[in-house]
């Protein structure tokens, strides 16, 4: 029985179980090849949401995370760039970074090779801001610049500024001390006569004579650093190379013939249209040409519609500035050339390339030239403390007028609001647009170049660095209003002049006189009469 109940039992085919199986296998395969993808995707989401987890440190910088600067809630740029806010903090100031709109400058210590050539060096003497220097400082970085040697007073030599700048590589600051006035007291050119008709005289004269000096000391710093080339430009001007391969003023040097000794960018004008600019840099893009860029016709045949009732073409200085080549026996010949004592140097005139000078580009400009100096506002004694036309009428106005009557006279002398007229004068070439030091300078500013060495600077700087520069920057303080005793009126300028050495007829006729800010040619009264 027990064989017969076995043999009754049912039985499962072995091909039925095995389909039963393979359906299970496919049908989990299935599944996963759907769950796959979109795991995949939703990580991918997941990342691209959270920028990859990246820490960029171009990015990361915000003005919240910066310690806020004291003295610089009164500058301009508080209230300008999308960015704005009431906040005194300089990051916000110079830029707050979201993205690197120029990633090939996303290194911002620009660590140029060692090998580059020619190597180039700025010297100048200022007293501005961070919200100056600093897009001033990496656009001439930018066009190929390695060295900066800043002669510093004023707010640039104030602890929060000066500790930002000697954190920068390539840059050397250098402060209006006691001592270095006695230094240069006993400089060769101090003591020789063609830049001795600019002694005790203030103001311009004055910054003049410092800038002379300066440049002296900088020759000798070049020298020492293996520089080729030195120039010497303010904080309101910028190079701009053109007319070379590329926008660079190192391609644009190296292009110089080796029997050039110095190189003259003439200068060009900015023209603003509005009254209430606070980034000339980033806000100002027409410019008036210079002379030796225009055919005399034109220049000409446009002067009096391009001088608009203002003493000159220029309002200010219109002999450019130039670059020399370190060499022997080199030395300054004032604050727009260079000059040897062993022989004329042998010069170029660029044809294409500029200095743009960003002059009277803010209404504030007028007052701040007004309280740097002492003059009464005479027509009389304006003359012993500025040497150009319009800076003298300019400082009148700015001492004796009110501010709705210097805001009148600014627009009417320095503002070019006439549309029909811009287009006519940059249809003749008088007037030019350039956009290159605006799209430069804006694009390191959306990078965080600016932000981020600020907040470098503040997380580099030990205490007791920091103690040291507050003590430094007092010491220049506390001499800051004393300046060389030779260079003032009335201060024993008669011993001074007779202690200084005096070169026999020969020498003095060999050293030719320093070269001034020049206002560019005068069109004769009658032919402006006939025009």
Not at 469 to 482: D, F, L, P, Y
Request: proline fraction near 5%; hydrophobic fraction near 40%.
């Amino acid at each position: 029985m027990a064989g017969l109940y076995t043999s009754l039992r049912p039985q499962v085919p072995s091909s039925a179980s095995s389909a039963t199986s393979l359906h299970s296998f496919t049908s989990k395969l299935l599944l996963l090849l759907t769950v796959l993808p979109l795991t995949l995707a939703f990580f991918a989401f997941i990342l691209q949401w959270r920028g990859g987890g990246v820490d960029d440190p171009i990015s990361r910088w915000s003005p919240e995370e910066s310690h806020k600067f004291p003295g610089m809630d009164s500058s301009p740029l508080a209230t300008v760039g999308a960015h704005s806010s009431q906040s005194s903090d300089c990051s916000s100031l110079l830029g707050h970074a979201n993205t690197a709109s120029f990633p090939y400058y996303r290194d911002w210590k620009f660590n140029f090779q060692a090998d580059l050539k020619p190597k180039i060096c700025i010297t100048t003497s200022t007293s501005a801001g961070l919200e100056q220097i600093l897009p001033w400082m990496f656009y001439h970085k930018v066009i190929g610049v390695t060295t900066f040697f800043l002669f510093v007073e004023g707010k640039a030599a104030s602890p929060d500024v000066s500790k930002v700048l000697e954190s920068i590589p390539g840059v050397k600051v250098i402060y209006r001390t006691k001592e270095l006035e006695e230094q240069q007291a006993r400089s060769r050119i101090w003591n020789e006569t063609w830049l001795s008709s600019f002694f005790y005289k203030p103001c311009n004269y004055e910054l003049f004579v410092k800038q002379s000096l300066n440049m002296e000391m900088a020759i000798v710093m070049a020298r020492d650093a293996g520089i080729d080339w030195i120039i010497h430009l303010d904080t309101d001007e910028l190079l701009h190379p053109a007319g070379g391969r590329e926008y660079s003023l190192r391609r644009l040097l190296l292009d110089v013939p080796g029997n050039v000794d110095m190189v003259i960018f003439p200068n060009y004008e900015s023209s603003v249209e509005r009254d209430d600019i606070k980034e000339p840099f980033t806000e100002v893009s027409m410019f008036k040409k210079n002379y030796d860029h225009l055919t005399k016709d034109t220049y000409f045949g446009m002067y009096k519609e391009a001088t608009r009732g203002n003493p000159n073409y220029f309002l200010t200085y219109g002999n450019g500035k130039s670059a020399a080549r370190i060499q022997d026996h080199l030395r300054p010949n004032g604050a727009h050339r260079w000059h040897n004592y062993m022989k004329t140097p042998n010069e170029i005139k660029l044809e294409e390339a500029a200095v743009l000078h960003y002059t009277y580009a803010k209404f504030s400009d007028l007052t701040s030239r007004r309280d740097r100096c002492g003059c009464k506002p005479t027509k009389e004694d304006v003359k012993r403390c500025f040497m150009l036309e319009f800076d003298r009428s300019a400082f009148i106005i700015a001492s004796t007028a009110t501010e709705e009557e210097m805001l009148t006279w600014y627009r009417e002398h320095v503002v070019w609001g006439d549309r029909t007229l811009n287009l006519k004068l940059l249809r003749k070439g008088i007037l030019a647009r350039i956009y290159a030091p605006m799209v430069i300078i804006q694009g390191l500013r959306e990078a965080g170049v600016f932000s981020t060495v600020i907040t470098s600077a503040q997380a580099s700087l030990s205490k007791d660095k920091f103690l040291a520069s507050i003590e430094k920057s007092n010491s220049t303080r506390a001499v800051s209003s004393q300046s060389l005793p030779s260079r003032k009126i009335g201060k024993n300028h008669d011993s001074q002049a007779t202690a200084r050495r005096i070169f026999d007829t020969a020498a003095a006729a060999y050293h030719e006189a320093a070269i001034p800010p020049l206002s560019p040619p005068v069109m004769d009264n009658d032919l402006m009469n006939e025009a």
